[in-house]
């Protein structure tokens, strides 16, 4: 049943007018792994996911102390394999590549190059949100088999904020990680760079290949009255309880929508639920754990219980996109606040989680590995009876089939006050949830 956030709540109905709980959400800004792409952009003009691609020349550098200016951008012609490199093979070694694979380039072949992955910051502070903090998770992975070592170094607006290195003669060293908080405005750089030097000083290239990158998070606060509406804690076997319905959208007029756009497609709602008989994917979707159109092992592979999910793909007679339909109810209609994230635990396939305010596509966020991405966006005047879909398609960087899609998808909904909104109007919401949890 509905299970409201109390304390926010009852914290809310004393606070000052216009105001109400501090509410943190999270956001994955960039994945230096599922963002990477192959293009040459204009120097200095990151490309679509906000990254450009170069490297610093150490030796070339008079003081050997690297700034933002010191990137050398990769221009077209110099690719590498899949990925950019500053020559096509043999040396110079220097990559940069997908699956965040790199390799620096050493003084003993040359001059030493560091491989680097930069992003430009872009996220101001959404509309209606109070503050925001950023957070770098770096690594470094030693991939050769008879590696010496390499580094990360890690700049914001060239200043060094993070590093670590490999030394491959210890196992404990062979794979590092950290995480750094950092203040960042809209234009801000962030490096990631992959050097030649080891644990132990050495800064030849033998063997350095290396995966080097990471995430940029951001945590943003908003004013929110509580939570009211949870996609996995409120998931159950009946249609329409606590306003979740469920079943999936298929027919679409456009199955690759961007923000603003409408994919098309219709809700179709399953049939059946608890206690309704036999699960049999015909009059009787609910398989007593689950939302289920596949009794026989076969395709439509579409289901979704509390936390997980699986698309149908275009491979299938029909692509199907699992859904959670939320239908806003009186007294919880005005400004959303939609925290939703995506996984896959199986580390396969790929898939995009939409969110769709009346059937128009307002968010999205995409993955193909274990590693959470995060997002939230806030939905301005929503009116009763109005539909927040929470949509699991097969998706995936133009890939549209579902192999190995099972993925790990949800949304939590909170309502943000007006301006001018006080305490009396807070504890009638507060009254409210009292009576949608005894029901």
């Known amino acids: 049943m509905r299970r409201p956030v109390l304390f926010s709540l009852l914290a ?31 120097a200095g003009v990151p490309d679509a ?5 170069g490297y610093y020349d150490y030796t070339a550098d008079g003081d050997s102390t690297y700034s933002t200016g010191e990137f050398i951008q990769f221009v077209s012609g110099q690719t590498r394999g899949s990925g950019f490199g500053v020559a096509a093979s043999n040396a110079p070694w220097t ?38 903090s950023f957070e770098i998770n770096w690594l470094i992975e030693s991939t050769n088999v008879n590696p010496q070592g390499a580094g990360i170094r890690v700049f914001a607006n060239g200043n060094e904020v ?45 063997s350095d290949g290396s995966d080097f990158g990471g995430t940029i998070n951001r945590a943003v606060t908003f004013e929110t009255l509580g939570v009211i509406a949870d996609s996995r ?15 999936y959208l298929a027919t679409f007029a456009n199955n690759q929508p961007t923000v603003g756009q409408s994919p098309g497609g219709t809700f179709n709602q399953y049939a059946g639920g608890d206690g309704q008989g036999a699960w049999d994917g015909a009059t009787q979707f609910w398989s007593g754990t689950a939302w289920d159109g596949n009794t026989a092992a076969a395709q439509p592979w579409t289901f979704t219980n509390a936390t997980d999910g699986h698309p149908n793909g275009t491979n299938q007679p029909e692509e199907q996109w699992i859904t959670k339909r939320w239908t806003v109810p009186a007294g919880e209609d005005g400004n959303l606040l939609v925290d939703f994230d995506l996984a896959k635990s199986n580390n396969a396939g790929g898939t995009t989680l939409f969110v769709l305010h009346n059937g128009e596509v307002v968010d999205s966020v995409s993955s193909n590995n274990s590693t959470l991405q995060e997002d939230f966006v806030v939905i301005e005047g929503a009116q009763v009876g109005d539909t927040i879909d929470i949509a699991l398609s097969p998706l995936f960087n133009g890939d549209t089939t579902d192999g190995s ?26 009254g409210l949830a009292l009576r949608r949890r005894r029901r």
């Not at 004393?14 to 204009?42: I, K, Y």
């Not at 030493?112 to 209606?128: N, V």
């Not at 409120?234 to 079943?247: A, L, P």
Request: proline residues 6%; aromatic residues 8%.
């Open 405 to 430: 899609d099972a993925s790990q998808f949800g949304a939590t909904i909170y309502l943000i006050p007006e301006p001018g909104v006080g305490a009396l109007a807070v504890t009638a919401l507060f």
């Open 95 to 132: 990559l940069v590549g997908p699956g965040n694979d790199g390799h620096p380039n050493g003084a003993n072949n040359g001059s030493e190059h560091w491989a680097i992955r930069r992003y430009t910051a872009s996220a101001a502070l959404p509309a209606r949100a109070v503050s925001q």
């Open 12 to 42: 809310a109905a004393s606070v000052t007018a216009a105001s109400g709980v501090p509410t943190v959400v999270r956001e994955t800004l960039a994945d230096s792994n599922l963002d990477f792409v192959v293009s040459f952009p204009a």
């Open 49 to 53: 996911n906000g990254w450009n691609y």
């Open 162 to 206: 993070a590093s670590g290195f490999t030394l491959d003669s210890d196992p404990a060293q062979r794979a590092l990680s950290g995480t750094v908080n950092v203040a960042l405005n809209p234009g801000d750089v962030i490096d990631f760079a992959l050097t030649p030097e080891a644990a132990n000083g050495d800064r030849g290239d033998g």
């Open 233 to 247: 804690l409120e998931f159950s076997g009946v249609q329409g309880q606590d306003d979740w319905t469920y079943g």
